[in-house]
């Protein structure tokens, strides 16, 4: 099962609504918005919805800072998933659902 996770900041999806219909535009099992998801509640709530719904793939998607600080090795080793079944996807500041859809998609599809 494969989720995908959408940040809400001032750096990628700036509402909770702009990231609204990415689990059925990018063929995700579950999409989430997640605030902050660089953070550290918004990385519990990641790899608490990993083991409350059985996520074994996983699609982060924000700007670079889920680069920079390890983010996606994080939530890997947090939640119990190998490293390369946690991929992150940047998107640019002020993403909406459409716009980030491609690249998702292209991330969920290479986990399949």
Request: charged share 20%; with cysteine.
């Amino acid at each position: 099962m494969t989720g995908v996770f959408a940040c809400v900041c001032d750096r990628a999806f700036a509402k909770k609504a702009a990231a609204s219909g990415l689990k059925q535009m990018t063929g995700a099992d579950r999409g989430e918005a997640v605030k902050d998801l660089c953070g550290p509640s918004g990385a519990a709530a990641v790899v608490a919805a990993v083991r409350e719904h059985g996520i074994d793939r996983v699609v982060l998607a924000g700007c670079p800072v889920l680069e920079r600080i390890g983010m996606t090795a994080d939530v890997a080793s947090r939640a119990g998933l190998p490293a390369p079944h946690v991929v992150g996807v940047l998107v640019p500041k002020g993403s909406d659902a459409e716009s980030a859809a491609a690249a998702i998609r292209r991330a969920v599809s290479a986990l399949g």
